[in-house]
């Protein structure tokens, strides 16, 4: 049930409204959502209006304790000032002489991420992904109101149903939320200095230690939180005294290496221990860039990324400069890293051997490596050209191409192993399904065929067996159909994805020859002696290339 989390710690004969009590001259309270140990959660309806409220009222005895009461005044003007999406709306808050403290929300449906993965274990890392981007939506808004959230947790996220969506996330209980404006701090903001507030697994170094706290302690317990959905428990558990130590001491492990033979990409893995990083300099420095990462990891196992196709053509590859006085501008000098000239291999096309119809008996795998080396070259080059200020816009432009079209590519490629993968789960799912069923089938055969003819009701008892073997052949029949559906599905999915790499593919090498026609034309445009050794590279890797074309046709 919605917001129970919220409040874990049941406290028995708490004081309760009535239904059909008036909060405020507005709200009529129905029922009783929750209890917890800093008060009560009601469900109400709006007297004018037909939507759905929840009013929580704090507990009275809490209401003489100032750090409670600043708890609870600074979770509504946080959650206020952070009005998102993602976030629970608060509409109301004030004390009234019959009920104390109150703060009227949105009411929602749904399940805590918690109680989710109760039931699930660990989520896959797509469903995480679609947790965490939304997380660091929410968190990037509010840090920019100027609210540090700092208890995020499993508990405090809720998945909800909403115009039609599923599984929106929202955010609860900001009752130990950092505001950084004075204005809204309040005059008992002091009474929680000095206490440390939190759940030890997902606390950050400096909040353990009561130290100052930005943004980016939240951004540590979303590392937590993404390390935990897709493995199942944070990194740091046992002790609460022993989880703080290691949240200041031990190195987290990556979420790969806790979960062998699932794909977790390197990507992932990298992204979440940045987050994890001891020292807030390390961390990424805004939520933002945080989610920027996490687009482009759904990015490369969805197949198609928003974050690619939304790209603007204007955008630039931070290897070239982004604004230019013209269409030439020199900007610097050139790396000595650009200049090293790959020596040509010791195995040339031409020494391989050749096959009857004329093919070299490896052509595909040395075409495929002699093409990546001839496209590197190329990008080098245009790195190298963009740096000494040989560069044009049309140039700048089909890099940019060749970039986002490469990724697309790989995208299409990640999506097509994590794609194959579901056949040996299909074959063993219904492989263990067939079994059950023929063993089955065996023995009641076994036992119709020894049944004695004379045998009292044997007519009935056959009558019975022959049922139950129609019966079992006949889903025996259809998990098998099953499969081959399913695998034939699977097989047409994955023909469409190869279909759209391969097309990504052919487009690809399309720009890169227009590219390697562009900078020959700027040849000229340069003196420079590193610049000329890199030319020669390009012109190797191509002659190459063109060498094994003509080994392939019988050219020679």
């Known amino acids: 049930?919605?917001?129970?989390?919220?409040?874990?710690?049941?406290?028995?004969?708490?004081?309760?409204?009535?239904?059909?009590?008036?909060?405020?001259?507005?709200?009529?309270?129905?029922?009783?959502?929750?209890?917890?140990?800093?008060?009560?959660?009601?469900?109400?309806?709006?007297?004018?209006?037909?939507?759905?409220?929840?009013?929580?009222?704090?507990?009275?005895?809490l209401a003489r304790n100032r750090i409670f009461v600043e708890?609870?005044?600074?979770?509504?003007?946080?959650?206020?000032?952070?009005?998102?999406?993602?976030?629970?709306?608060?509409?109301?808050?004030?004390?009234?002489?019959?009920?104390?403290?109150?703060?009227?929300?949105?009411?929602?449906?749904?399940?805590?991420?918690?109680?989710?993965?109760?039931?699930?274990?660990?989520?896959?890392?797509?469903d995480a992904l679609h947790v965490l981007l939304q997380l660091a939506d929410a968190i990037e808004w509010a840090h920019k109101a100027g609210v540090v959230h700092r208890d995020l947790k499993l508990e405090n996220l809720l998945l909800c149903a909403q115009?039609?969506?599923?599984?929106?996330?929202?955010?609860?209980?900001?009752?130990?939320?950092?505001?950084?404006?004075?204005?809204?701090?309040?005059?008992?903001?002091?009474?929680?200095k000095g206490q440390v507030f939190g759940t030890p697994e997902y606390m950050s170094p400096e909040q353990a230690m009561d130290k100052k706290q930005d943004g980016r302690s939240d951004i540590y317990s979303m590392g937590i939180l993404a390390f935990e959905l897709v493995t199942g428990a944070p990194p740091f558990t046992g002790n609460p005294s022993?989880?703080?130590?290691?949240?200041?001491?031990?190195?987290?492990?990556?979420?790969?290496?806790?979960?062998?033979?699932?794909?977790?990409?390197?990507a992932f893995d990298a992204c979440v221990l940045r987050c994890l990083a001891k020292d807030p300099n390390d961390r990424y420095p805004t939520a933002g860039l945080l989610r920027r990462d996490l687009l482009r990891i759904r990015a490369m196992l969805a197949g198609m990324a928003d974050s690619v196709l939304k790209r603007k053509k204007t955008t630039r590859?931070?290897?070239?400069?982004?604004?230019?006085?013209?269409?030439?501008?020199?900007?610097?000098?050139?790396?000595?890293?650009?200049?090293?000239?790959?020596?040509?291999?010791?195995?040339?096309?031409?020494?391989?051997?050749?096959?009857?119809?004329?093919?070299?008996q490896d052509s595909p795998a040395r075409g495929t490596?002699?093409?990546?080396?001839?496209?590197?070259?190329?990008?080098?080059?245009?790195?190298?050209?963009a740096q000494a200020g040989v560069q044009s816009e049309q140039m700048h432009s089909l890099v940019d191409d060749i970039l986002q079209v490469e990724e697309e590519s790989e995208a299409f490629k990640a999506q097509i192993t994590l794609m194959e993968q579901n056949f040996d789960r299909i074959r063993f799912e219904t492989a263990?399904?067939?079994?059950?069923?023929?063993?089955?089938?065996?023995?009641?055969?076994?036992?119709?065929?020894?049944?004695?003819?004379?045998?009292?009701?044997?007519?009935?008892?056959?009558?019975?067996?022959?049922?139950?073997?129609?019966?079992?052949?006949?889903?025996?029949?259809?998990?098998?159909?099953?499969?081959?559906?399913?695998?034939?599905?699977?097989?047409?999915?994955?023909?469409?994805?190869?279909?759209?790499?391969?097309?990504?593919?052919?487009?690809?090498?399309?720009?890169?020859?227009?590219?390697?026609?562009?900078?020959?034309?700027a040849r000229g445009q340069s003196t420079d002696p590193k610049l000329k050794a890199l030319y020669e590279k390009v012109e190797q890797a191509k002659g190459r290339l063109e060498q094994l074309r003509r080994v392939a046709t019988n050219v020679l």
């Open 71 to 126: 708890r609870f005044r600074r979770e509504a003007v946080a959650a206020s000032l952070s009005a998102h999406p993602n976030i629970v709306a608060i509409t109301d808050f004030g004390q009234l002489p019959d009920i104390g403290h109150y703060m009227v929300m949105e009411y929602l449906e749904g399940e805590t991420v918690e109680e989710r993965m109760d039931r699930l274990g660990r989520l896959g890392i797509q």
């Open 432 to 521: 263990e399904k067939e079994s059950v069923l023929r063993f089955a089938i065996m023995d009641l055969s076994t036992e119709r065929q020894q049944m004695p003819p004379v045998a009292p009701d044997a007519e009935t008892k056959i009558k019975d067996l022959d049922f139950q073997l129609n019966q079992l052949s006949k889903r025996l029949q259809e998990v098998t159909k099953d499969k081959e559906t399913r695998i034939r599905s699977l097989e047409e999915e994955v023909a469409e994805y190869r279909q759209g790499q391969a097309s990504r593919q052919d487009r690809a090498a399309s720009l890169y020859m227009h590219l390697y026609t562009v900078m020959t034309s």
């Open 242 to 266: 022993d989880v703080l130590q290691a949240h200041l001491e031990r190195q987290p492990s990556a979420p790969s290496s806790v979960l062998a033979g699932h794909p977790v990409p390197p």
């Open 317 to 360: 590859h931070k290897g070239l400069p982004q604004e230019t006085d013209g269409l030439w501008r020199p900007i610097g000098t050139i790396p000595e890293a650009a200049y090293q000239v790959v020596e040509p291999p010791n195995d040339e096309p031409t020494a391989a051997p050749v096959g009857p119809t004329g093919l070299q």
């Open 369 to 385: 490596a002699l093409r990546e080396t001839f496209h590197q070259s190329l990008k080098e080059l245009a790195l190298a050209l």
């Open 163 to 192: 115009r039609g969506k599923k599984d929106i996330l929202k955010i609860v209980d900001f009752g130990i939320a950092e505001i950084l404006d004075p204005k809204y701090r309040g005059q008992a903001a002091a009474s929680i």
């Open 1 to 61: 049930m919605l917001y129970e989390a919220a409040w874990r710690d049941i406290v028995p004969n708490m004081p309760k409204l009535e239904n059909g009590t008036i909060v405020a001259g507005h709200f009529r309270i129905t029922g009783v959502i929750g209890q917890g140990g800093m008060g009560t959660v009601y469900q109400a309806e709006h007297l004018s209006l037909p939507v759905q409220f929840a009013i929580k009222v704090l507990r009275q005895d």
